[in-house]
């Protein structure tokens, strides 16, 4: 059944939806300062079973979101540091020898959990990446011969420093073409920032201090279900295969210079991106269709990490959102 004759999400289904979504979000807020949009793309993610690139300066509350999250929803959170000389077993898991019995025993690694923050990814091997990524895209991991599977709900959250790169592979734009957004953290305002101290000096921040679940895994797996449920209208997925395919033809529709830019077009991946994304933003705006809107609010997000500007607009300082903007403006609006 495709979505043209898919059930519509019922009005009872969308204000309970609307509900819990508030819920998960008030306890976020209780925990986290400001950072309304960095709340918009983990519930995405949580939505939409998508996972997550954060980028930022160190200190912007990554982590805190992403054990805040977990703790709201009753979920599973586990935090992968990444070293250079991590390894994949010490991701995914290996076999130890029990000499006692003679035999070898399965320990899972970290990632077999329902929220996995990896913690500045560019600083792990291109084998551990791999390693990684792989587990994200399969949903399973392989050890000594034998499939265990991720749980779900899976979200991994994966974090890179934008700062320092001694020390760092960078990803290559195959993998990061896995992570179905990215997002770019700023700094809090003076109000938020003075907010904070007021929270840690209140306490708030304690370890025993942890936010009260208002969710289940249950009520998550329902939720990315009406998220699938939400219409998409054939002239807003014509729109976004219209703008996914002008970052290929950058030429035949941008001003030549900024085109001259761009060196490599988004993949399919955007397009289905922006399909399941919009879809959670409607849910999250309280509706059960898309609009163009959430499609333009989305845009930065899906594709800064897929466009691949070269030398040329590195040297002049040109940024990518600069050139996402200039693909919206060639692309009419339905």
Same mark, same amino acid.
């Given at each position: 059944?495709?979505?043209?004759?898919?059930?519509?999400?019922?009005?009872?289904?969308?204000?309970?939806?609307?509900?819990?979504?508030?819920?998960?979000?008030?306890?976020?807020?209780?925990?986290?300062?400001?950072?309304?949009?960095? $709340?918009?793309?983990?519930?995405?993610?949580?939505?939409?079973?998508?996972?997550?690139?954060?980028?930022?300066?160190?200190?912007?509350?990554?982590?805190?979101?992403?054990?805040?999250?977990?703790?709201?929803?009753?979920?599973?959170?586990?935090?992968?540091?990444?070293?250079?000389?991590?390894?994949?077993?010490?991701?995914?898991?290996?076999?130890?020898?029990?000499?006692?019995?003679?035999?070898?025993?399965?320990?899972?690694?970290?990632?077999?959990?329902?929220?996995?923050?990896?913690?500045?990814?560019? $600083?792990?091997?291109?084998?551990?990446?791999?390693?990684?990524?792989?587990?994200?895209?399969?949903?399973?991991?392989?050890?000594?011969?034998?499939?265990?599977?991720?749980?779900?709900?899976?979200?991994?959250?994966?974090?890179?420093?934008?700062?320092?790169?001694?020390?760092?592979?960078?990803?290559?734009?195959?993998?990061?073409?896995?992570?179905?957004?990215?997002?770019?953290?700023?700094?809090?305002?003076?109000?938020?920032?003075?907010?904070?101290?007021?929270?840690?000096?209140?306490?708030?921040?304690?370890?025993?201090?942890?936010?009260?679940?208002?969710?289940?895994?249950?009520?998550?797996?329902?939720?990315?279900?009406?998220?699938?449920?939400?219409?998409?209208?054939?002239?807003?997925?014509?729109?976004?295969?219209?703008?996914?395919?002008?970052? $290929?033809?950058?030429?035949?529709?941008?001003?030549?210079?900024?085109?001259?830019?761009?060196?490599?077009?988004?993949?399919?991946?955007?397009?289905?991106?922006?399909?399941?994304?919009?879809?959670?933003?409607?849910?999250?705006?309280? $509706?059960?269709?898309?609009?163009?809107?959430?499609?333009?609010?989305?845009?930065?997000?899906?594709?800064?990490?897929?466009?691949?500007?070269?030398?040329?607009?590195?040297?002049?300082?040109?940024?990518?959102?600069?050139?996402?903007?200039?693909?919206?403006?060639?692309?009419?609006?339905?």
């Amino acid at each position: 059944m495709n979505q043209m004759t898919a059930a519509r999400v019922a009005p009872e289904d969308l204000q309970s939806a609307q509900a819990l979504l508030a819920g998960i979000s008030r306890s976020f807020e209780g925990k986290v300062v400001g950072q309304a949009r960095l $709340r918009e793309t983990l519930l995405i993610g949580l939505m939409t079973g998508g996972h997550i690139l954060l980028q930022s300066v160190p200190g912007l509350a990554k982590t805190t979101a992403a054990q805040t999250l977990a703790d709201t929803v009753s979920a599973q959170f586990h935090r992968i540091q990444c070293t250079p000389d991590l390894l994949p077993s010490d991701i995914v898991g290996t076999q130890v020898y029990d000499a006692s019995k003679g035999v070898f025993n399965t320990q899972l690694g970290p990632v077999h959990a329902n929220l996995v923050l990896l913690d500045e990814i560019n $600083r792990s091997s291109a084998k551990t990446q791999s390693a990684m990524l792989e587990a994200m895209q399969e949903r399973q991991t392989s050890i000594g011969g034998v499939v265990y599977p991720l749980p779900d709900p899976f979200l991994v959250l994966a974090t890179q420093n934008p700062i320092e790169q001694e020390g760092t592979y960078q990803l290559p734009e195959a993998q990061m073409d896995r992570f179905m957004l990215k997002d770019v953290l700023d700094y809090p305002t003076p109000a938020e920032e003075a907010e904070v101290i007021r929270r840690i000096d209140a306490g708030v921040f304690a370890p025993e201090a942890k936010p009260t679940a208002v969710a289940g895994l249950d009520d998550v797996r329902r939720l990315q279900a009406l998220t699938r449920r939400v219409y998409i209208d054939p002239a807003i997925v014509r729109y976004i295969v219209g703008l996914v395919y002008v970052t $290929r033809h950058a030429g035949h529709y941008l001003d030549p210079k900024l085109a001259g830019f761009l060196e490599f077009g988004a993949s399919p991946r955007a397009s289905i991106a922006f399909s399941q994304a919009s879809r959670a933003v409607a849910l999250l705006n309280g $509706r059960d269709h898309v609009l163009p809107e959430d499609v333009k609010g989305l845009a930065h997000r899906v594709l800064r990490h897929r466009v691949l500007l070269g030398f040329a607009a590195v040297a002049e300082q040109v940024q990518v959102e600069s050139v996402i903007d200039a693909v919206l403006a060639s692309v009419q609006t339905p």
